[in-house]
């Protein structure tokens, strides 16, 4: 269909499941084990209800704000996804594109399908992006990225990847061929194990700890933050380190089945970061299962400064490219906007817990 056809990100899901090829949907699509987590994710946001206030002059709604000190249109970010170019041809340099038209800021993954240089050499005249780090085993690798990443004024701040000491039990992707990542497969090439264990560990280093991250921030001055905390204890032990946000993940449900949904995480944070004093000390995000403009500003009303988004833009990439990128975040903008109207609000510091009803959180 074209472009003027979607209504909502999910439309572009439902493109995306007629176009790519059944490998790559694999890989996008899957969770890990049961995709309990995967399901829950989104779930999560259905069981917050909003607390509108009427008669408030909305005639002027201001959705921009600032992340890590960079301001940005929107309290939304296209978060790190590995090999975009397995759905479209241009990839992440798509995404790039469509982010930069769009004043959005793009997290660029360590194992992108373009090379670093090439997807920060798209960015326009005062775009922002940032990197994703794996952190491999081999000290030197790292370094040499650190250097690029210290080296590219347009990366503003670095996401240390830490929920991801091995890849999750995708078992869809082991259905499919999965000769690419070099498992050992059999004669029909069917992978014969899941080895998914020493597979990651030449990408991660399985004995990255706390007192390592001291290490990173030595070696930059610009902004850090750990991507995939997954309890509040995580959240306290990522201020002791230092660093200066975190990003309450579980890597869309990929990974450890069961973990928690990050809205739960965010709604129990908050009471302790105020009883502790610790309320902004460091920018907390969020990913996994934001598909709606109501979804984002729950989000920010839970305490979020900024939210993840990941599969959605590699389903609107895959589609449609660069146009289908612009149109995922125009999209996520007007949702927005509306949403802000509706409740009361004009600008994103308006957003509060007063505006959220999380009684039913924790009631599956
Ligand atoms: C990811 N994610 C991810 N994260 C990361 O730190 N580095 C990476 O290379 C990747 N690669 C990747 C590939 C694919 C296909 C997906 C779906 C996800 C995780 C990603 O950044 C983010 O945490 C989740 O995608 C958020 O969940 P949603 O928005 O996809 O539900």
């Not at 301001?71 to 170019?85: G, I, L």
């Not at 922002?128 to 081999?138: E, P, R």
């Not at 460091?282 to 988004?309: N, Q, S, Y």
């Amino acid at each position: 269909p074209p472009l003027s056809r979607i209504f909502n990100l999910n439309d572009f899901e439902k493109v995306a499941r007629q176009v790519l090829s059944e490998y790559a949907l694999a890989y996008y699509a899957t969770g890990s084990d049961d995709e309990v987590t995967l399901g829950e994710n989104h779930n999560a946001y259905h069981r917050v209800f909003f607390k509108p206030r009427v008669l408030v002059n909305v005639a002027q709604i201001d959705t921009s704000t600032s992340l890590l000190g960079t301001p940005t249109s929107v309290p939304f970010y296209v978060s790190a996804a590995a090999r975009a170019k397995l759905g479209h041809e241009d990839g992440e340099l798509a995404i790039a594109k469509g982010a930069g038209r769009e004043d959005v800021i793009q997290m660029i993954s360590t194992v992108a399908s373009y090379p670093l240089d090439e997807i920060t050499a798209v960015a326009r005249p005062g775009q922002s992006q940032w990197f994703q780090l794996y952190v491999n085993a081999d000290p030197e690798h790292t370094r040499s990225l650190m250097e690029k990443f210290n080296n590219t004024a347009c990366l503003k701040g670095l996401f240390i990847t830490v929920d991801t000491a091995c890849l999750g039990n995708r078992e869809t992707d082991r259905r499919g061929h999965f000769e690419e990542l070099s498992f050992p497969v059999d004669d029909e090439g069917f992978p014969v194990r899941n080895v998914a264990n020493s597979v990651a560990s030449s990408l991660m280093d399985t004995g990255l700890v706390w007192d390592d991250i001291a290490r990173f921030r030595a070696m930059t001055s610009k902004p850090i933050v750990l991507k995939g905390i997954q309890c509040v204890d995580d959240v306290l032990k990522a201020i002791d380190a230092g660093v200066d946000g975190v990003v309450l993940s579980n890597h869309g449900g990929r990974n450890l089945d069961f973990s928690p949904p990050p809205l739960q995480v965010l709604a129990d944070l908050q009471p302790v970061l105020k009883e502790k004093g610790l309320e902004g000390k460091i920018e907390i995000f969020i990913d996994g299962g934001v598909r709606r403009g109501t979804d984002i500003l729950k989000a920010l009303c839970l305490g979020a400064t900024g939210v993840g988004l990941g599969r959605p833009f590699l389903y609107s990439v895959s589609g449609y490219g660069e146009a289908g990128v612009v149109k995922a975040i125009q999209i996520l903008k007007d949702e927005l906007e509306i949403s802000m109207r509706l409740l009361g609000v004009t600008k994103i510091s308006d957003l509060t817990p007063e505006h959220v009803d999380v009684r039913q959180l924790r009631v599956a």
